[in-house]
C-alpha cells in the first residue's frame, strides 16, 4: 500500500492546500505536510505547488509524492492524534444566531485539542453543543474572552474573511509591566510580515498599567511579542517576559498563565449587514487581581 499515492480529490471550494492535507492526513505532522509542500512532493491536478496557501477548487485532484507505505510514513512523519471526543463542559455562550456562535473562553482551556491536553479543550465541548461547527480564529491556551465559531462551512469562509481584509476589529485587555501614559501605534514586523497594534492605557497601578489593545493584523502571539518589544511584557508571559517577576506576581496574586482577554469583536454580519458588537466580560479571578492592584 502506497500511502501517500493514492490521489485525493478536493471537496471543498476554496480551501488552503496545507489545511486540506492536514485535515486528511489528521495523523501526520503539520510541520512534515508543510515540508512535503515547500519541497514540490505535492502535485495539484499534475501540477507541483510550492505555496500552503494554494487555494483548492471542488474536483481537484492531489497526489503527495512521498515513497513509503502506511506504517514507515507513520512512523517518520506521524503524531500521535488528539482525540475528538464530545466534553461535558459548560460554554459560556455570549451570542448565538442561526449561522455562528461566539463564547468567551476560559482560561487556560485550549481551543484545540493536543496530545498533552488530550480530550479538555473548547473543540471537544463544541462536539456536545452543535453537531456541525467550524473554528474560525484561535485563543491562546491562557488568554480568555471572545471565541467565534461558525455553524456552516459557507458561512465560515465569509467571517475569515473579514479577518483577513481587516474588517474585523478586536480588542484586548492586557495588564502590562510599567507605565504607559500615552496612547501607542506599534509597527514593527513579525516573522517578516507587517503588523500594527494600537494601544490605550486604561487604568494606572503601581508598577503596573491595564491597556485596551487593538491589532490591525493577526500574526502570532502579535500583542505579547509587540508589547515586549515596546518594554512593557504582558504580566505573566514566561516566553516574551521575564520570569523571575511573574513568578513573584503569581505567587502573590495567583495569575495563571498571563493576563490578557479578547474583550470585543466587532463586524458587519456578512448575511444580514448589521453591526455586530460581541463583549466578553473579564474572568472573575482576574477583576479580583485589578481590585487588589488599585488598594
Known sequence: MRFYFTQIRSDRENERLDKFLRR??????????QKF??????????ERVKNGSFR?????????????????????YGRIPPE???????LDVIYEDEYMLAINKPVGIPVQPGTKTFNNSIYNALLSYNSEFYLVHRLDKYTSGVLLVSKEYEFTKFLTELFRSHKMKKRYLALVYG?????????????GKEAITFVKP????????????????????????????????????????????????????????????????SFVHPKNKKIVEIEA???LKRKKILDELAR
Do not use: W
Not at 509542500?37 to 499534475?46: A, E, Q, T
Not at 475528538?84 to 459548560?90: A, G, K, R, S
Open 179 to 191: 507605565l504607559i501614559r500615552g496612547n501607542l501605534k506599534i509597527k514593527e514586523s513579525l516573522d
Open 56 to 76: 483548492l477548487t471542488i474536483g481537484q485532484e492531489v497526489l503527495v509524492k512521498v515513497a513509503g507505505n502506511q506504517d514507515e510514513i507513520k512512523q517518520r
Open 24 to 33: 486528511t492526513y489528521p495523523e501526520i505532522r503539520l510541520s512534515a505536510i
Open 202 to 265: 486604561l487604568e494606572f497601578f503601581n508598577g503596573y498599567t491595564l491597556l485596551s489593545v487593538e491589532i490591525l493584523t493577526g500574526r502570532k502571539h502579535q500583542i505579547r511579542r509587540h508589547l515586549a518589544f515596546n518594554e512593557s511584557p504582558v504580566v505573566g508571559d514566561d516566553i516574551y517576559g521575564d520570569i523571575e517577576k511573574n513568578k513573584e506576581f503569581k505567587n502573590k496574586y495567583g495569575l495563571e498563565g498571563y493576563f490578557l482577554h479578547c474583550s470585543k469583536i
Open 37 to 46: 509542500i515547500r519541497s514540490g512532493k505535492v502535485l495539484v491536478d499534475g
Open 281 to 283: 466580560s473579564l474572568p
Open 84 to 90: 475528538h471526543v464530545p466534553l461535558n463542559m459548560e
